[in-house]
């Protein structure tokens, strides 16, 4: 049973097949056995998520159940989740109860899910690999020795092994849909502002998002439709109705223009993942779509610009934590500057104190209007590539990522490599734009994601692409032997 | 563009962080790299352009200017690593 997806779980709950209890009981007795090879989870929820399955069996047996009532679920312990501790993958906050829940989470709590437990993930959200976190490294459950992807590693990883049916997850430069690729499985980054941010905890503010990482797109429309909505909490959060978003799911794709970029089948992709996704491509067009290339020809620039704008902002957000008011704190401070010298030096990892000193330098005096305005400058360069193609095309679709996952320690030499990693997917967060990424294809045994990028608000949209590619083809069906 | 030892420390003193004299050195060499990726920003031409800084241009939206927060000092304190009488401690400040 801990083979299907939140769909089939609801469906079989509803059936009655199984309990919620016992449902439950099976993933909290996986994860004991299996998550010591993954390292996927932080913490695990045993005693709250049994009694929210048997509060989901009552409900049930009242005949007072909902679609999700009871379907287990994990959340990137980035999300503040009351009375549980929620550490962001950091030293710094290992000690952080949070003393309220996410909007996010309160809203699948109102939903009716059970939490398994809090995944791990890269520190504050920053990394590729999920190998900055504070409590080790993730392994992908295709290859042990491989890396997950990151930030979100741990989500990913989790429903990668059957450890749960889905998860939640964030995405700033590509953090759900690149593990999403390394890890065969649907990962979706709705448009900036769909998703409440409230109580998740901040990185870079005017990219982070919250989003999915799911076995198929059935099952992140079904999230979505959970997450999604305006939140007076959260004033970026946008004031546009919601929508059902299954019911476009059955749509056909003809007459579906796909704009192919030139600039994402260049030199750095990996010539067998570039193989595997023009066969993706393929299997568009037999479903009606028409391929056009299109260029967006600021897209070598992305990276650049957000290693100037996600620090810049992160130097912002992290200077909350001074070892005043929650989390770390150094022992025997001898004066106030020690005090927050030593708990962020302490409480930081290496990736982050080096962001957030990228951040401040960016932002200092002198080198502010050549860097931080420059950089966003060129955000509004990407933004305007996007806005041309979108004249031309509905969507957009290329590789997730150059290569297939890559392994553990092998690149740790030199940061800019790691942030290359990122090299199709960033321009995306820029923009502020929805994306998705879809299995696609296996190089070596190893997953190959399609990037889907669609216009403001078009989750629809994309959740219709992604489920009508996945009725033809049975990429999403793969999994390791775990 | 290089970034010596001494630029790190200035950068991490305005960050209120504390590197070793080693970290400094290693901070300054992968400055160099990630100076070198966001330099590449230069050869782009910006000069008519406004920056952007939210994808979705939209203002501050804005709310009636009543009360809604609830008190939860002490709930939120029980988290804090120093605390008295409804007061956050750290070293003393003036002398």
Known sequence: ?482 | MSISANDIAYIANLARLQLSEAEQQEAADNFKNILALIDQMQSADTDQLEPLSHAIETSQPLREDLVTELNQRDELQKIAPKCEQGLYLVPKVIE
């Open chain 1, 1 to 482: 049973m801990f083979r299907l997806g939140i769909a089939e779980i609801s469906r079989a709950l509803a059936a009655g097949e199984f309990s919620s209890e016992e449902l439950t009981t099976a993933y909290l007795a996986r994860i004991k056995e299996k998550d010591k090879d993954f390292n996927a989870y932080i913490t695990l929820c045993e005693e709250q998520a049994l009694s929210q399955a048997k509060a989901a069996d009552s409900k049930r047996a009242k005949g007072e159940a909902d679609l999700l009532t009871g379907v287990p679920l994990a959340h990137k312990d980035i999300f503040c989740t009351k009375g549980i501790k929620t550490s962001c993958g950091s030293r710094m906050l290992d000690n952080f109860i949070a003393p309220y829940d996410a909007t996010v989470v309160d809203k699948f709590n109102q939903a009716g899910i059970v939490m398994l437990g809090k995944t791990n993930m890269d520190e504050f959200a920053m990394g590729s690999s999920n190998e900055t976190s504070y409590y080790g490294a993730v392994h992908n459950p295709w290859n042990k020795e491989l890396v997950p992807g990151g930030s979100s590693g741990g989500s990913a990883a989790a429903v990668a092994a059957h450890l749960c049916p889905a998860a939640t997850a964030t995405d700033t430069g590509g953090s759900i849909r690149q593990p999403a690729a390394f890890c065969g499985l649907t990962g979706l980054k709705p448009t900036y502002g769909r998703v409440s941010r409230w109580g998740m905890i901040a990185f870079a503010s005017s990219l982070d998002q919250a989003g999915t990482l799911t076995r198929s797109a059935e099952d992140a429309a079904l999230m979505l439709n959970v997450m999604a909505g305006h939140d007076p909490l959260d004033s970026t959060s946008i004031n546009i109705a919601t929508e059902d978003y299954t019911a476009d799911l059955n749509k056909p794709l003809k007459g579906l223009k796909i704009g192919i970029p030139v600039q994402h089948f260049a030199e750095g992709l990996n010539a067998d993942v570039e193989q595997n996704i023009r066969n993706a491509l393929a299997e568009f067009e037999k479903l009606g779509a028409t391929l056009k290339e299109v260029s967006l020809p600021n897209s070598h620039q992305s990276v650049s610009a957000y290693y100037v704008i996600a620090p810049a902002e992160a130097s912002a957000n992290l200077s909350r934590y001074d070892g005043v008011r929650y989390g770390y704190r150094c022992d025997d401070p001898q004066d106030l500057e020690d005090l927050y010298k030593r708990s962020r030096s302490e409480g930081f990892g290496t990736e982050v104190k080096r962001r957030i000193m990228v951040g401040t330098y960016a932002l200092s005096a002198g080198y502010y209007d050549a860097y931080y305005i420059k950089a966003q400058k060129i955000r509004r360069l990407i933004k305007n590539d996007f806005d041309k193609a979108f004249t031309e095309v509905d969507v957009i679709m290329g590789p997730t990522s150059p290569h297939t996952a890559f392994k553990i320690g092998s690149q740790t030499n030199d940061p800019v490599t790691m942030y290359l990693e990122d090299i199709y997917t960033i321009a995306v967060n820029l923009a502020g734009l929805p994306g998705i990424s879809i299995p696609a294809g296996l190089v070596n045994q190893l997953p190959v994601g399609l990037q889907v990028i669609g216009k403001n608000f078009s989750e629809s949209q994309l959740l219709n692409i992604a489920h009508q590619f996945q009725q033809v083809t049975d990429w999403h069906t793969q999994t390791p032997e775990v």
